[in-house]
């Protein structure tokens, strides 16, 4: 069964320390990955989208990576604002369901001041 | 604005009572979806749109959930007979052309409380 995992469940860190989400999926026939920020009561806003291992994506202070098994999304020197959660999506290509995103739980990332 | 608009932001209703829920996808955008979100866990699938076409259905929990979109455009998720584990934050989302990897863009979503 398509599986996405996200880890860890919580991070929390203090505004400058750098870290890294992490995404794995088990799925056949990726199109694409999405990462995607979700503020409490809101809808989730799209960041980015990576389409084969190797690709690289910058954002301000977040890149995400992808390869074969999973993709990363770093945060580099995070400030408060970049607390939210972080939720990771995978779209299937072939027939059928190539439209449907399976997301993972997400990540809750909290950045001390 | 420019965003996929949803309403009411926030329903509360009695258990055995009907809902509807409205998604304003952005305009142009050719794909409407409807996901379901409960606490701590990510959007799961329900229902997708070409224009007008429900091209799937398949992630609607029961019958008593319809969703329709009879213009190409407004978009109406319907439930019947509500029940207690219906409570959930409903996200609409749309898309330029939904098969092919083009990001889907959110709404804020309903938050719907069945007492």
């Known amino acids: 069964e398509d599986q996405v995992t996200q880890s860890p469940e919580a991070l929390r860190l203090q505004e400058g320390e750098s870290s890294s989400l992490n995404c794995s999926y088990t799925?056949?026939?990726?199109?694409?990955l999405f990462w995607y920020r979700q503020d409490p009561g809101k809808g989730p806003e799209f960041l980015f989208t990576?389409?084969?291992a190797g690709e690289e994506k910058e954002k301000e202070r977040l890149k995400a990576t992808l390869t074969k098994k999973e993709s990363f999304l770093h945060i580099t020197a995070p400030k408060p604002e970049d607390s939210a959660t972080y939720l990771c999506?995978?779209?299937?290509?072939?027939?059928?369901?190539?439209?449907?995103?399976?997301f993972g739980k997400g990540t809750l990332l909290t950045v001390n001041p | 604005g420019a965003g996929v608009s949803q309403s009411p932001r926030y329903k509360v209703a009695k258990r055995g009572q009907d809902v509807a829920l409205r998604c304003d996808p952005i305009?142009?955008?050719?794909?409407l979806f409807w996901y379901q979100q409960a606490l701590g866990q990510g959007p799961e699938f329900l229902t997708y749109f070409q224009n007008e076409a429900q091209l799937d259905k398949s992630g609607l929990p029961s019958d008593r959930f319809f969703a329709e979109r009879p213009e190409g455009s407004v978009s109406t998720l319907k439930i019947q007979r509500t029940q207690q584990e219906d409570s959930a934050v409903y996200l609409c989302?749309?898309?330029?052309?939904?098969?092919?990897?083009?990001?889907?863009?959110f709404g804020d979503g309903t938050r719907l409380s069945i007492l």
């Open positions: 989302a749309s898309s330029f052309q939904g098969q092919t990897n083009q990001p889907q863009h």
């Open positions: 990576l389409y084969s």
């Open positions: 799925v056949s026939g990726l199109r694409g």
């Open positions: 999506a995978v779209l299937l290509g072939g027939g059928g369901s190539n439209y449907k995103l399976t």
């Open positions: 305009s142009g955008h050719v794909s």
